[in-house]
């Protein structure tokens, strides 16, 4: 290793344990996510329990576990379950995008107002 990786080794450790200023590039940051967290939340929640549900669905129809579970007919409650999963994964991009504009529309002064300020320095 030689010096210059040294030093840039000893630079990228010591600069973990010194305090960083807070700068309004971070706080722009900061609002950025503020505004993006609920919707992606929702959106990987919501879709994956779609998913789950249109699964539960398709096993009783295409296994033998509705038989395990004692039901007599599977095809029916099973393609039942199935379409509802599935009207969950199909409704769960337009939520996303209703939640994702409504939350830009509440902070769209806020992060303009900012970044004017960054970019005007």
Known sequence: MNNNDQEFLVQKIRSQYTEKEHTELDELKALDA???????????????????????????????IGDMLGMSQTMLPGILVGIAGMAM?????????????????????????????????
Do not use: H, Q, W
């Not at 990987?44 to 295409?62: C, E, F, L």
């Open 34 to 64: 503020k505004v993006k967290k609920p919707a992606n939340v929702f959106g990987y929640v919501y879709g994956s329990i779609g998913a789950i549900v249109m699964g539960a669905g398709m096993s009783p129809v295409m296994t033998d």
């Open 89 to 121: 994964a199909l409704t769960t991009y337009p939520i996303y995008k209703k939640i994702l504009t409504s939350r830009k529309k509440k902070y769209a002064d806020k992060i303009m107002e900012l970044s004017e300020r960054i970019t005007k320095g």
